[in-house]
């Protein structure tokens, strides 16, 4: 019963920089680790980062030193700051959830309908 949404993709040129936001929405749930994945055209989706509730973070190999991730505990938000861009950043970018209700033991896991980032001259 919970949404994620994505925002701030868009049209950037290389080297440039882009910051995405997911927030999560819905009542009686605590939210666990978040993470970004993302799906070049006709390619597999695949890891960018996560961060726990904790803050602890862990990055992909190819964004590490580019790409920072971020959360807001209070708000239910993930964010994504992409910097130095190349093109082959170009992807759908997903947020995912785990979710945990409250008086509940299991964890769900959630993705959002993902955001277009396209980096092109």
């Known amino acids: 019963q919970v949404q994620l949404v994505e925002s701030g993709g868009g049209l950037v040129q290389p080297g440039g920089s882009l910051r995405l936001s997911c927030a999560a929405s819905g009542r009686s749930f605590s939210v666990k680790t978040m993470g970004w994945y993302r799906q070049p055209p006709g390619k597999q989706r695949e890891l960018v980062a996560t961060?726990?509730?904790?803050?602890?973070?862990n990055y992909a190999d190819a964004v590490k030193g580019r790409f920072t991730i971020s959360r807001d505990n209070a708000r239910n938000m993930v964010y994504l700051e992409l910097n130095s861009l190349k093109p082959e950043d170009t992807a759908v970018y997903y947020c995912?959830?785990?979710?945990?209700?409250?008086?509940?033991?299991?964890?769900?896991?959630?993705w959002g309908q993902g955001t277009q980032v396209t980096v092109s001259s």
């Open positions: 961060i726990t509730s904790g803050g602890s973070t």
């Open positions: 995912r959830s785990e979710i945990q209700y409250w008086g509940q033991r299991t964890v769900f896991q959630y």
